[in-house]
């Protein structure tokens, strides 16, 4: 830019990558760019959702977490000030409203801890699952059916479990996944770094299975993340870190 002269001609910042090619774009270059390529590029809007939907506020450090149907349908999930977790939701209707549905308070539930993760899920069948850890450690599930005149449910999968589960430790990551049978995972770690998952088929009771000593496996460390998934073949990998930084596999064939 400006002609290669040091001094007598305009050029928007001394240093530019149209000068020399170690250095960045300087501003003007970089609005020019912009300008130039924004035909081309996607919109983004900013919506406030909470104020479209005259919504609760969620609470500081809230979890937050969303999914959408197979009816298009949306639902953001966030928890408020007093543990109750809410659902922002939109129908597929073009010309539908953002509702805040207080889904604690419909199931008539159990709130939330303060440092509640939260995951769901719309599963094959369209029910809603959105599981939740309340103040006691027990893994919650905020639960409907497909039926459309269905309420909300708060199952408490740890109680439901047989025999009664172990309570998730303070602080635990939580997971999900549901696989092509409708079977439901739902993976925590407990206060010994063991990775359980609260495992249901269709037509069966729940079930605490402690992943870490079917493996023989090394506990979690405390804080780590979780990730589960199946594939195609029915197999199932639930994943997680050591107190070393390792990454574990907890691994189910098919």
């Given at each position: 830019g400006a002609g290669y002269y040091h001094c007598g001609l305009y050029r928007g910042q001394y240093a530019c990558r149209m000068r020399a090619l170690g250095n960045p774009y300087c501003a003007v270059c970089q609005q020019v760019i912009r300008q130039t390529?924004?035909?081309?590029?996607?919109?983004?809007?900013?919506?406030?959702?909470?104020?479209?939907?005259?919504?609760?506020?969620?609470?500081?450090?809230?979890?937050?977490?969303?999914?959408?149907?197979?009816?298009?349908?949306?639902?953001?999930?966030?928890?408020?000030?007093?543990?109750?977790?809410?659902?922002?939701?939109?129908?597929?209707?073009?010309?539908?409203?953002?509702?805040?549905?207080?889904?604690?308070?419909?199931?008539?539930?159990?709130?939330?801890?303060?440092?509640?993760?939260?995951?769901?899920?719309?599963?094959?069948?369209?029910?809603?699952h959105i599981n939740f850890i309340d103040g006691s450690g027990h893994v919650h599930e905020l639960y409907r059916s497909p039926d459309p005149a269905a309420q909300w449910l708060d199952n408490d999968l740890t109680t439901f479990a047989f025999a009664g589960g172990t309570p998730a430790a303070a602080g635990s990551a939580l997971d999900e996944y549901s696989q092509a049978?409708?079977?439901?995972?739902?993976?925590?770690?407990?206060?010994?770094?063991?990775?359980?998952?609260?495992y249901r088929n269709p037509a069966a009771q729940w079930l605490d299975n402690d992943v870490t000593v079917c493996a023989g496996g090394t506990p979690a460390a405390a804080g780590s993340a979780l990730d589960g998934y199946s594939q195609n073949d029915n197999s199932q990998h639930v994943n997680f870190i050591d107190a070393n930084g390792h990454i574990h596999e907890l691994y189910g064939s098919g």
């Open positions: 390529l924004s035909p081309f590029m996607p919109t983004h809007t900013d919506n406030d959702l909470t104020g479209f939907a005259n919504g609760t506020p969620a609470a500081a450090g809230s979890a937050l977490d969303g999914y959408s149907a197979s009816d298009n349908s949306q639902h953001i999930n966030f928890i408020d000030g007093r543990g109750h977790v809410h659902e922002l939701y939109r129908s597929p209707d073009p010309a539908a409203q953002w509702l805040d549905n207080d889904l604690t308070a419909f199931a008539n539930g159990t709130p939330a801890t303060a440092d509640s993760p939260l995951d769901g899920y719309s599963a094959s069948d369209n029910s809603q049978d409708n079977s439901q995972h739902v993976n925590f770690i407990d206060a010994n770094g063991h990775v359980h998952e609260l």
